[in-house]
């Protein structure tokens, strides 16, 4: 049973090679047929139109490419041009080149296609469905490419400002097409994807004018309250970095297992924030013991009763 039906496979098998060879060797005398019917001058005429032809849609799809790129150039130009002269960001003004020249090359090997003779439409469906499988095998690319346009677009920070998103800190030194880099304070370069970011929690810090310094100053039980706010009050006065307007808020925050806690809050310049920040802890710890106020330390008190 199972020769039998092996035998019939193959047979199957073979028989339709036969066919096949059939239809070739068929087709091939119907080509020798129609080409008996002309004569050797005509076959070569016919031969050295065909290659004129030819020739001449290769110089045509060369003369496409050239003019294409030189017109690539020249508009690639006048776009710089006009964003410098509009003062576009530098993270938008790369984007929209780079997006500007793939699609004119794009289209120019389209109408090079067309100047060869081929049928461009079958072109375009390969490249419709070529685009279909890269998009669903790089899906994460893709959603990290749509944040860098959402960034772009909305600008929630720009290069040089200085950024806290997923987990890290530092200034953007880059906005890229799917990435954005960034430059930490101890000078750690960090890539972070778009897509993340477009939809994350962003803390810029470089988007306002003036920022509030807040500091917690502790003085120990026992201590003048007074005369801890009037020192703090004449620190802030003396320092020109610290704006008048909003007004400082100094008041006794919080009564800590070890101090009395002080809360300060000031208004400086965005760039003014970390040297005002530093130098007032310097100058209370400094000020302080000159007023008989101390700063005390975590403590604990053991007292042993004899039973």
Do not use: C
Not at 50 to 76: H, R, S, Y
Not at 96 to 110: A, C, D, G, V, W
Not at 140 to 164: R, S
Not at 247 to 274: M, P
């Amino acid at each position: 049973m199972l020769f039998n039906q092996l035998l019939a496979t193959e047979v199957a098998d073979s028989t339709s090679q036969n066919l096949d060879i059939e239809k070739t060797v068929s087709s091939f005398a119907k080509l020798v047929e129609s080409l008996s019917k002309y004569s050797t001058d005509e076959l070569i005429g016919m031969a050295v139109e065909e290659i004129v032809k030819f020739g001449f849609k290769i110089l045509l799809a060369i003369a496409i490419f050239l003019i294409g790129k030189w017109l690539i150039k020249k508009i690639d130009f006048l776009i710089t041009k006009l964003m410098d002269k509009r003062k576009v960001e530098i993270s938008l003004r790369t984007f929209l080149r780079s997006f500007i020249k793939i699609t004119l090359n794009f289209l120019m090997i389209i109408f090079i296609i067309g100047a060869l003779g081929i049928n461009t439409s079958s072109f375009i469906a390969l490249f419709a469905s070529a685009g279909v499988a890269i998009g669903m095998a790089l899906s994460g690319t893709l959603q990290n490419f749509a944040g860098g346009i959402m960034i772009l677009v909305f600008k929630p920070y720009k290069v040089g400002d200085f950024i806290e998103a997923q987990g890290y800190m530092g200034i953007v030194k880059e906005i890229q097409i799917v990435n954005t880099i960034i430059n930490t304070p101890d000078n750690k370069i960090i890539i972070i994807p778009n897509g993340g970011l477009s939809t994350g929690i962003i803390n810029n810090y470089s988007k306002e004018t003036i920022r509030r310094v807040d500091w917690t100053f502790g003085i120990a039980y026992g201590n003048d309250y007074d005369t801890a706010k009037a020192t703090l009050l004449k620190l802030i006065e003396n320092d020109s970095r610290i704006l008048k307007e909003p007004e400082t808020f100094i008041a006794l925050h919080s009564l800590g297992d070890s101090s009395v806690n002080i809360v300060v809050r000031a208004w400086v310049k965005q760039e003014n924030y970390w040297d005002v920040y530093f130098h007032m802890n310097e100058l209370v710890y400094k000020e302080f013991p000159r007023n008989n106020l101390s700063i005390p330390f975590p403590q604990m008190d053991v007292h042993i009763h004899n039973s």
